[in-house]
């Protein structure tokens, strides 16, 4: 699992839209796919319910999301924290 991965899992779930959250990350689809694609494999199980122009979340995916945002968030902070006792010294 990779946090680039985990970025890209939880813009699709917020826009409910594969392309839009391509857009939101500065990614081509086809990439962001394949992306949310290996770590549904990695994972073994779906994250997302794909019907023609409705994208949720499977229970998978809803458990997901806030540990995601909570990893996204996590090493957001350290490396805050890691920047600011480097500019200290």
Do not use: C, W
């Not at 939101?24 to 992306?35: A, E, F, I, N, R």
């Not at 409705?54 to 990893?71: H, M, V």
Request: aromatic content about 6%; cysteine-free.
């Amino acid at each position: 699992m990779q946090f680039q991965q985990l970025h890209y899992f939880v813009a699709v779930a917020e826009t409910r839209h594969f392309t839009r959250a391509a857009e939101k990350v500065h990614v081509s689809q086809p990439s962001l796919s394949q992306q949310i694609r290996a770590l549904e494999k990695e994972l073994g199980a779906e994250l997302f319910s794909r019907a023609r122009g409705n994208i949720t979340l499977t229970d998978a995916g809803e458990a997901l999301l806030p540990l995601a945002r909570r990893i996204l968030a996590d090493a957001d902070t350290a490396r805050i924290e890691v920047q600011e006792l480097a500019r200290l010294r």
